[in-house]
């Protein structure tokens, strides 16, 4: 089961902007790439094809320092006329939390903290009447695959890798769990990042600040300056989503992930907890379709260093 709700049908791809040739991303930060231990001797999930660690090498790329934010995607629409997949479809899924009235829309059956909003996207994050404007700062959400790569294009960049992802989530550390190290985020004394605390789905007390998505900068940066690698929102990668491992339970994972081209997402949201959704590890992965959106799901942009002159 993913974390990210999928939805059931495919929609009209949006045709996707072509780049100019300027780089227009903020933040960058250059790493020099090389090789490092992907993946984790951890058995948490092993049907996730978390593991096992092998020893990856991934080129010299830059990679924004924060997801993208709302106040950035509104002046990619404003420049493009861009219409997302959410706004196609006419509804995505938003947590019940976030909802002032969360019995008023329908549940998605064995996972009823997620509702069917009708309009509800990336400019009125929970339905009409809301707007993104209160929280230019914050990453942008209902976004799909699709949106997050004409998104990246634009702004002459790519998502990144999966392997990227986690060698800039890493910011130096070898094998660490999380960006900081392998201290372990709790519901009291230590909250280095946006996740739940309490008692998920019905209770977030908000102790790290945030209940809901927390502004990009927010939190300390890893080694490499980067923000919320983990927790705040899931972040969407380039590659489509496969598991390695052979093992049963890993088969089933991997035949759900490609029924539909499926592909991986990273980092956890502020709806993980290590009681229900212990993904908000660097090795952790998930999966979503390309037309899918929800409240908790992100991305960044990532340019190849020979495009930056």
């Known amino acids: 089961m993913t974390c990210c709700p999928s939805r059931?049908?495919?929609?009209?791809?949006?045709?996707?902007?072509?780049?100019?040739?300027?780089?227009?991303?903020?933040?960058?930060?250059?790493?020099?790439?090389?090789?490092?231990?992907?993946?984790?001797?951890?058995?948490?999930?092993?049907?996730?094809?978390?593991?096992?660690?092998?020893?990856?090498?991934?080129?010299?790329?830059?990679?924004?320092?924060?997801?993208?934010?709302?106040?950035?995607?509104?002046?990619?629409?404003?420049?493009?006329?861009?219409?997302?997949?959410?706004e196609q479809f006419g509804w995505t899924y938003v947590f019940m939390g976030l909802l002032q009235t969360p019995e008023a829309h329908e549940p998605l059956p064995g996972l009823e903290w997620w509702r069917k909003v009708d309009g509800a996207a990336w400019h009125a994050p929970q339905g009409p009447g809301t707007t993104w404007r209160n929280a230019a700062d914050h990453p942008v959400v209902h976004v799909s695959h699709r949106d997050a790569s004409a998104y990246a294009a634009w702004v002459g960049g790519r998502l990144p890798t999966e392997a990227e992802w986690e060698f800039a989530a890493l910011?130096?550390?070898?094998?660490?769990?999380?960006?900081?190290?392998?201290?372990?985020?709790?519901?009291?004394?230590?909250?280095?990042?946006?996740?739940?605390?309490?008692?998920?789905?019905?209770?977030?007390?908000?102790?790290?600040?945030?209940?809901?998505?927390?502004?990009?900068?927010s939190f300390d940066p890893n080694g490499y300056g980067l923000f919320n690698m983990c927790g705040n929102t899931w972040e969407w990668t380039a590659d489509r989503h496969r598991v390695r491992s052979l093992k049963k339970a890993a088969r089933a994972a991997q035949a759900e992930a490609q029924a539909t081209p499926s592909y991986t997402v990273k980092g956890g949201s502020f709806l993980c907890h290590k009681s229900y959704c212990y993904r908000y590890r660097i090795a952790a992965r998930s999966f979503n379709t390309p037309d899918s959106t929800t409240?908790?799901?992100?991305?960044?942009v990532v340019v190849d260093t020979g495009t930056l002159g």
């Open 171 to 217: 910011g130096g550390l070898e094998q660490a769990r999380f960006p900081w190290g392998d201290a372990e985020p709790d519901d009291a004394g230590f909250q280095p990042c946006n996740i739940w605390q309490g008692r998920f789905p019905h209770h977030d007390t908000g102790a790290d600040g945030y209940a809901g998505t927390a502004p990009v900068r």
């Open 8 to 86: 059931d049908a495919e929609g009209a791809a949006p045709a996707a902007p072509m780049p100019d040739g300027t780089v227009r991303v903020e933040g960058l930060v250059p790493l020099r790439g090389g090789r490092f231990e992907m993946g984790t001797h951890d058995k948490f999930f092993p049907e996730d094809g978390e593991g096992p660690p092998r020893r990856v090498r991934v080129k010299p790329f830059a990679i924004s320092d924060t997801a993208v934010c709302n106040a950035d995607f509104a002046r990619f629409v404003d420049e493009t006329g861009y219409v997302t997949d959410a």
């Open 295 to 300: 409240s908790h799901t992100g991305f960044r």
